[in-house]
């Protein structure tokens, strides 16, 4: 069974920087797309990246240049470094996985860690 | 940006069929994919491509495509439907993905 659980969340201020992880079990990350996806609260859902199964990136234009996705492939683990941080990014952060041979189907989801940029 | 339209609401009867429709200009070109989240929950995949569901979904879940419409219609709606809907697509580029504004589905 495909689990994944993120980690990392917290109350940050403005300007700040965070690192979310999401662990993955029953999967490989080198098999998978792996997606993290956002909801603010009391709002609807935001792609936010990807990284694919061959390792390269892409982020929506909302977070580009400030949040990096990477990952560790030895613990199947998938990391969003979150940079320059604002008030408007306070949200549930998801990691959500695509399988290779269905990249776009986001079939497991974490629980979701809350990211808080505040004051 | 790219964006997708879906409606903010649709309510219904129990046994009732429940259509949930989500248009973009993309939609033509790239597959859609529709999530269901209740509250306090993670999003759940529920029709994949346009119409696939995947295993262990209920057959009253479907899902159509026609032109830069896509539709997601619940069969034989029951209270345990009740949640939140979001299409999701790609835009023109096949890079990104945009998920639509939502819709609440309300059983009453």
């Known amino acids: 069974e495909v689990q994944l659980v993120e980690s990392g969340g917290g109350l940050i201020q403005p300007g700040g920087s965070v690192r979310l992880s999401c662990a993955g079990s029953?999967?490989?990350?080198?098999?998978?797309?792996m997606n993290w996806v956002r909801q603010a609260p009391g709002k609807g859902l935001e792609w936010v990246s990807v990284i694919y199964s061959g390792g390269s990136t892409v982020y929506a234009d909302s977070v580009k240049g400030r949040f990096t996705v990477s990952r560790d492939t030895s613990k199947n683990t998938v990391f969003l470094q979150m940079n320059s941080l604002r008030v408007e990014d306070t949200a549930v952060y998801y990691c959500?996985?695509?399988?290779?041979?269905?990249?776009?189907?986001?079939?497991?989801w974490g629980q979701g860690t809350l990211v808080t940029v505040s004051s | 940006s790219y964006e997708l339209t879906q409606s903010p609401s649709v309510s219904v009867s129990p046994g009732q069929t429940a259509r949930i429709t989500c248009s973009g200009d993309a939609l033509p070109k790239q597959y859609a994919y529709w999530y269901q989240q209740k509250p306090g929950q993670a999003p759940a995949l529920i029709i994949y491509?346009?119409?696939e569901r995947p295993s262990g979904i209920p057959e009253r879940f479907s899902g159509s495509s026609s032109g830069t419409t896509v539709t997601l219609t619940i069969s034989g709606v029951q209270a345990e439907d009740e949640a939140d809907y979001y299409c999701k697509s790609a835009d023109s580029s096949g890079l990104h993905y945009v998920f639509g504004t939502g819709t609440k589905v309300t059983v009453l």
């Open positions: 491509k346009d119409s």
């Open positions: 029953g999967l490989r990350v080198t098999t998978s797309y």
């Open positions: 959500a996985r695509a399988p290779y041979n269905e990249s776009s189907a986001f079939y497991q």
